[in-house]
């Protein structure tokens, strides 16, 4: 086994490991390792972020409209401190991009051209900032390398290590080589999980990395997960992988359903076809359930402006619109079939609880980007957030791990937690018989990915799912089989989303109100009498606990009415 030492390891190289990493080197810390088990900069859902960067600038923008705007689409469930503190960064952060060499969208006068997409209205404009999707990772990788970070790219990080003199301090982690199969030892004074959420390798675009491996080595290593019942649903064209809603929102496109009926303003009134993705969703099965599908998405509005900004921010995206045929000679087709796709918590939604040092409740741990609670957003905050909340996060657990270890030893490892562990790693290589990982994946999307499920919730097809997830936990995961070190990866992605199903689920079940992307047919109310809380995971001897955490509002800015009332989706669907 190879033994690797550093001062810092941060775990996960998209937007927010990057950020880590290069301000810890800028710190001065010598020893700065980012791992992934991708390639940084060419893998991962930041490398396919769809060109939006939701940014506050200041001398141009309303701070209170901003700030009251996040807390309200969070539904209160924000940290409002993270979330005034996400405002006041972000720009610098922003700032730093474009010195690195991140081409934003100006116009001719030097202005940030600024998009108005999800989460905008005449009334309350709240403006995205526009770049080529892709070039992002690029100069993050290439900002990374100049300032002399040491990437290992294709190496997956499996497992946390404790000190060996002190179970409540993490001193290093466990991992494998991709390509060759050899084991990592990292030893390192403090670590950064910075991996991203959990999508279920779902059919949304450029998902399937996104496996909930921090999520889980950090609950596995005593740090409290929160949040994990609110979820991302995101939009797709119905016969490709697409991204970039934020874009087509804010350049006219419209949401139909089949009897040629724009629908868009009965679920949400103030911003129609520029609501937040939960609403969207929301809508799109409410109208299912109607009989008004399928739904199309109408590029009617769409002119040659139109046209080339699509171009410029989604240059990915637009050529498969090329491919399928749906732009030819400069136009876009007319109407395209539209639906509704499960993203797991990408973006926002569940993840390791972190204070405003980005610390997690084990010295030594951090956590940065998706790999967090989004305590900044809350549920959804005013969506196109988690490129931006990366950034700041990022730079924030950078800075902070940075004061942690200086003057510290160098740490030591437990021989036999690291025995253990190994054990625990190679376990689907050493199986005669078993089952494959794709059938395990496979058997959680069946579980959760019905609309039924995932979108209109109630507490006895949740508990339902449960029972499905939880068979799967004890009888089906303990006999994944891995041929080689590719299907080593896969197994021990395939156990990581059956723990975060079922915390997903009993988070789900948990919370007896509707609240945001939380939608409970039966409960249909949004209850600010009884929970105003979080939901916390912590696994105690091998078993995942519920709690929850009272949300001090009234200490925060911004105090809602302590009432009840009915969630918005439900008064339209006029459920009881």
Partial sequence: MQEIISDILVIGGGAAGCFAAIKAKQSGISKVLLVDKGYVGKSGCSKFAAGSFKCFIPGEDDFELWFSKAVEEGYYINDQIWTRIHLDEVFERAKELEAWGL?????????????????SSKQRPIKTMMFQGPQLMDVLRATARKHSVRIMDRTMVTHLLHHANDRDMIAGALGFDLKTGRQKAFKA???????????????YAYQKMATGDAHVMGLRAGAAIKNYEFTCHHLSCADFDTTGMNVLQGTGARFMNSKGEPYMKKYDPEYGDHASMNRLSAAMACEVRLGNGPLYYDFGAFDAKSLDYFKKTL????????????????????????????????????????????ETSVQGLYAAGDATCGPASGVEGFSAYAIPFATTSGARSGLAASEYVRGRNDPLLDKEEVSFCLGELLAPLRRRDGVEPDYVVLKVQEAIFPMDVYLLRHGKRLEQALGKICQLRDEIVPRIKAYDTHYLRMALEASNIVTCAEMFLRA??????????????????????????????????????????????????????RKIRRHPIASVMRWK
């Fill in 103 to 119: 081409n934003f969208l100006k116009d001719r006068n030097g202005r940030f051209q600024r998009l108005e997409g999800q989460g």
């Fill in 189 to 203: 004074k403090a670590i950064i999980l910075s991996a991203g959420a959990q999508a279920y390798k779902s059919h």
């Fill in 315 to 358: 240059p990915i995206m637009y050529k498969a619109f090329e491919r399928a045929g749906y732009i030819k000679g400069g136009k876009i087709k007319d109407r395209v079939q539209w639906v509704s796709v499960n993203m797991g918590n990408v973006g926002y939604g569940g993840g390791l609880d972190i204070n405003t040092r980005c």
């Fill in 508 to 561: 789900a079940i948990a919370r007896t109100e509707s609240r945001g992307s939380h939608l409970r047919e039966d409960y249909p109310d949004i209850d600010n009498t009884k929970w105003l809380k979080w939901i916390v995971f912590k696994q105690e001897n091998g078993e995942i606990v519920v709690s929850t955490e009272p949300i001090p509002v009234d200490e925060y800015p911004m105090k809602p009415e």
